[in-house]
């Protein structure tokens, strides 16, 4: 199967700018999720979306990042406006979701779109 | 709030030598998650544990799961240099919370 496409890969821009990243999850994968990544750190979830519904968007910084979902496939996350802190690297993973396989609801990740805030 | 802990953060060691990394979490959970990162690439899933006293194991690698003292290692036995990479615990339900990895290198 495909994995979970992401781009751009790469993006570099200035403080105050705005960036723009795109995911396509694993087809039939109901949950997506959007990690930051910043180097040298483990991954922290942004935001959880069941389909086109958020489930958790606890950690998102509202006031300048958003994402959606719509239609319950493809997602964008967006920055406005960018901060130096928010160079990481943004990864996007999918997984059919707890309540379908009891057990396991393993992730797979994207290679992720590294952002450098200049 | 779930935290996930990892020891070491950083470890050098050499070819045929064995070692276990330590992942500890604050709060219950049946479901643990081991990934593996190698440089500038995406994350890699490895193993999944969901109950106490799980065991799994892939060639050089076994995790163990132990829920009452929250508590999974990761053992290597007789390292070989292409499992230098950055290995990372997860704990959760659906949303999973990241340890901050263990950057594992292994020398000739």
């Known amino acids: 199967e495909a994995g979970v496409a992401q781009s751009p890969r790469y993006k570099i821009i200035e403080k105050r700018q705005s960036v723009a990243f795109w995911c396509n999850p694993i087809?039939?994968?109901?949950?997506l999720y959007w990690y930051q990544q910043i180097l040298g750190q483990g991954p922290k979830l942004l935001i959880q979306?069941?389909?086109?519904?958020?489930?958790?968007d606890s950690q998102l910084p509202k006031d300048r990042f958003s994402a959606e979902r719509l239609k319950g496939v493809d997602s964008t996350l967006k920055i406005q406006p960018a901060k130096l802190e928010d160079s990481a690297v943004y990864l996007c993973?999918?997984?059919?979701?707890?309540?379908?396989?009891?057990?396991?609801?393993?992730?797979?990740f994207g290679a992720g779109s590294r952002l450098t805030v200049l | 709030e779930l935290k996930v802990e990892q020891n070491p953060l950083f470890l050098s060691m050499q070819e045929g030598k064995n070692y276990t990394i330590y992942c500890n979490y604050s709060?219950?959970?049946?479901?643990l998650y081991w990934y593996r990162q190698d440089p500038g690439k995406s994350l890699e899933s490895l193993f999944v544990l969901l109950s106490n006293g799980a065991v799994k194991q892939e060639g050089r690698l076994m995790a163990s799961l132990d829920t009452k003292a929250r508590l999974s290692t990761l053992h290597i036995t007789a390292a070989v240099h292409d499992l230098s990479a950055t290995y990372f615990c997860?704990?959760?339900?659906?949303?999973?919370?990241f340890g901050k990895g263990t950057h594992l290198i292994i020398q000739p």
């Open positions: 709060t219950t959970s049946d479901r």
């Open positions: 997860a704990v959760g339900a659906d949303g999973l919370t």
């Open positions: 993973a999918s997984s059919r979701g707890q309540g379908v396989f009891s057990g396991a609801n393993v992730l797979t």
């Open positions: 979306f069941q389909n086109n519904g958020v489930v958790d």
């Open positions: 087809s039939g994968h109901a949950t």
